[in-house]
């Protein structure tokens, strides 16, 4: 099923943000920081796509990484890496520093 179009955004934005790929030490913080803005429905919906058009060691990592997300909480400077780095990607729900 095709993503909405806000999703389609936000994959583009993350896509811009993280060029080569998102890197493995970025998957908690980057979900965690997607799960405080989006419903449980469309971050699962997001790590799909990501985990879609991954390699297989990837997109097991991006899977891991949503099962973490309710278990393990990224530390601040950990979400404020991640939201710059989208920040500078023109992602518009990237605070630095700020996961409200």
């Not at 990501?50 to 601040?76: C, F, M, N, W, Y």
């Amino acid at each position: 099923m095709p993503l909405p179009p806000v999703l389609r955004s936000i994959i583009g934005w993350l896509r811009a943000g993280y060029p080569e790929g998102v890197p493995d030490v970025d998957y908690i913080p980057l979900f965690a920081l997607l799960a405080s803005r989006l419903t449980d429905a469309d971050v699962a919906a997001i790590a799909d796509e990501l985990a879609g058009s991954s390699d297989p060691a990837s997109a097991q990592k991006i899977r891991a990484a949503i099962g973490s997300v309710t278990h393990e909480k990224p530390t601040d400077s950990e979400v404020a890496r991640v939201s710059a780095r989208l920040a500078a990607g023109g992602w518009p729900l990237a605070r630095p520093g700020s996961m409200s």
